[in-house]
């Protein structure tokens, strides 16, 4: 038997709150390989994600824009500087989610605009709490959703780098199965991301 309610989200955890005391259920948290595999095998009763595939019969309603920025650490010799090209980030190395995360697949399409047929260097890494650790140390930038990062940019912690292109802009979704009938707890935590959608994602200031 299912949980009362299993609500899969791709942000970090801890940045979407709900009336989890009143009604219990489950989270998980995937990249969107697994996001996919799990609607298909109608394992969750919600899914916060990117762009819905086009092949289930889905319920989705867009939450918010979902900005993707390059991060870099507070004293990168790139921040400041205004319209950075190509050309001045083939010498840094990018931290990156594994193959199958939508950040991943966000990021190589950019860089197919970018890049002129010409290779960078990437580290994976398989959180994005992970990355935003190893950038703040110096271990590379990273190309990320600017709300997994809003904390760390407001306190100056890690900055945002002013790219030709950047921000990309996409949404975040709300997704349940078209055949599927909520739970009670599902269709709780629903409302309440729906009412309070413009809290859970503040309009961001972005270079």
């Not at 979407?16 to 219990?24: E, L, N, V």
């Not at 707890?185 to 309440?192: C, G, K, Q, R, S």
Request: a neutral charge; hydrophobic letters at 40%.
């Amino acid at each position: 038997m299912r949980p009362d309610a299993s609500i899969l989200r791709t942000v970090d955890r801890g940045t979407i709150p709900g009336p989890s005391s009143r009604y219990p259920g489950k989270a998980c948290h995937g990249n969107r390989k697994e996001i996919i595999t799990g609607l298909e095998h109608n394992e969750y009763d919600l899914a916060l994600m990117g762009r819905p595939p086009d092949h289930l019969p889905l319920v989705s309603e867009v939450l918010s824009d979902h900005p993707h920025i390059l991060i870099a650490p507070a004293g990168h010799r790139l921040v400041g500087r205004r319209k950075i090209l190509a050309e001045d980030l083939l010498k840094e190395t990018f931290l990156a989610r594994e193959p199958g995360s939508g950040t991943r697949l966000l990021m190589e399409r950019f860089f197919e605009m970018i890049a002129s047929g010409r290779t960078f260097d990437i580290v994976e890494m398989g959180t994005n709490e992970t990355i935003k650790q190893a950038v703040m140390v110096g271990l590379g930038i990273a190309f990320i959703s600017a709300h997994t990062c809003q904390a760390e940019l407001a306190a100056g912690k890690l900055a945002a780098l002013s790219v030709t292109g950047l921000p990309l802009i996409r949404q975040w979704f709300l997704t349940h199965r078209l055949d599927q009938t909520l739970t009670t707890a599902a269709e709780v935590f629903h409302a309440f991301t729906l009412a309070h959608r413009q809290e859970l994602f503040p309009r961001l200031s972005l270079p």
